[in-house]
């Protein structure tokens, strides 16, 4: 993937509009904060408050130098959390009713603290509330709301706060959750899923909720997961996409809004190096450094816009078309997004964007809770700069079905 300055260039050549509202004083990585902003009424920020910012602030007692990764969950804003990876330790902070903070109790965290009994840690997972750790030995454990079975504990209905093995596949080496069924990755290319099936997110040829690991049918030497709320996508050894489950915004990318309960081909792309699910649309990036969208526009998070056909019809249709144009709609196939080309890394949130460029943070969409970062709570509808940072931010995050976004 090409990082350089010139990138950034060419992306705000390509129509990104700069608005250079923050920036972090150079500092060495190690000592240099995570950073977080948007909705916090749950802790979810990790400042210490529980209010909304506008602007990037803080996490307290988190570096980016030590953290490897941060994966943020939630079904909305009102259940938030978040868990940093580092040093192969798990903290968390925010929402905590159904224990998804794993740390023993049911209380909100307004800062990160270690998740006990979790060492040797790998990769981690936040869902809907509930969450999900692999340790170096491949094993996963899990944690939080167990409704629909989406702990893999042979349950449904109950609650855990702290976290607990789930048993019955080989060697893992990712983990994913949606918003109430969870993923795992096998060493061998093969991907199981548990938890809630009615919208085909299992991706077993059912809808029923199931309690411990299934395979998923007819996947085969897949390199990477990322589960959408209630939708997952698997990218494959030969860089196609594969996509199953709730399908109602054009999510699957299939030409279709019918829902799949086995896996089925993403239209179009080629050469996908990294993909990206956010609650009910995606993002892919390929080897070409080109980035492609697909499912909900409804707040131009896939940064495209479409006018009527009949735009050149007489005024009043003329004005009409006009007004039409301004109505982002879903993609049920990916479309390019040529002003997102070349961005090191995208996350996907609810209902919003955002990219790493350089030292540069974009991002676009839905603002309410001020989870763009620009200061505002002004959706908009190109690329705002939310964050400059040296040495430069490598990763971004967003929650799951909330509006809170991070930078590390």
């Known amino acids: 993937m090409r990082r350089s300055r010139a990138l950034l260039t060419a992306a705000l050549t390509a129509g990104l509009a700069l608005t250079p509202l923050a920036s972090v004083a150079a500092a060495p990585a190690q000592d240099s904060p995570v950073l977080s902003w948007g909705a916090g009424r749950t802790g979810q920020l990790g400042n210490g408050t529980s ?4 602007r990037p602030v803080p996490v307290k007692s988190l570096f980016r130098g030590d953290v490897d990764r941060i994966s943020a969950g939630g079904t909305a804003s009102s259940d938030s959390f978040a868990l940093a990876l580092t040093n192969e330790r798990v903290k968390s902070w925010g929402h905590n009713a159904s224990g998804q903070l794993g740390n023993g109790n049911r209380t909100n965290q307004s800062v990160p603290a270690t998740v006990q009994r979790l060492v040797d840690i790998k990769d981690v997972a936040a869902g809907g509330e509930h969450a999900l750790a692999m340790d170096e030995q491949g094993q996963v454990f899990s ?85 959408g709320c209630h939708h997952a996508l698997a990218l494959t050894a030969d860089k196609t996409v594969k996509s199953w489950g709730h399908n109602l915004n054009g999510q699957l990318g299939n030409s279709s809004t019918k829902s799949s309960v086995v896996p089925v081909d993403v239209d179009w792309i ?22 492609w969208g697909w499912g909900s526009n409804k707040d131009n998070q896939l940064l495209q816009r479409e006018a009527p056909a009949n735009a050149n019809a007489d005024t009043n249709a003329n004005a ?89």
């Open 51 to 54: 209010t909304d910012s506008s």
């Open 143 to 227: 944690w939080g709301d167990n409704t629909y079975g989406q702990l893999g504990n042979n349950r449904t209905g109950d609650t855990r706060a702290v976290p607990e093995r789930v048993k019955g596949m080989p060697k893992v080496k990712q983990v994913s959750a949606g918003c109430d069924f969870s993923l795992a990755l096998t060493e061998n290319g093969k991907v199981y899923a548990w938890g809630r099936g009615v919208y085909g997110a299992l991706g077993n040829g059912t809808r029923a909720t199931v309690t411990t690991p299934r395979q998923v049918e007819g996947l085969e030497n897949v390199t990477d997961i990322d589960a």
């Open 270 to 291: 080629t050469g996908v190096t990294d993909i990206e699910a956010g609650a009910n649309h995606n993002y892919a990036i390929t080897d070409e450094g080109q980035v």
């Open 320 to 408: 009409n078309a006009d007004a039409k144009a301004e109505a982002p709609r879903q993609r049920t196939t990916p479309v390019e997004i040529p002003r997102l080309e070349g961005a090191q890394q995208i996350a996907a949130g609810s209902r919003h964007g955002v990219a790493v460029f350089g030292e540069d943070v974009f991002a676009w969409g839905h603002n309410s809770e001020g989870q763009l970062g620009d200061r505002t709570t002004t959706a908009r509808t190109e690329a705002v700069s939310a964050l400059n940072a040296k040495p430069a931010v490598e990763h971004v995050a967003a929650s799951l079905g909330g509006n809170t976004t991070y930078a590390y």
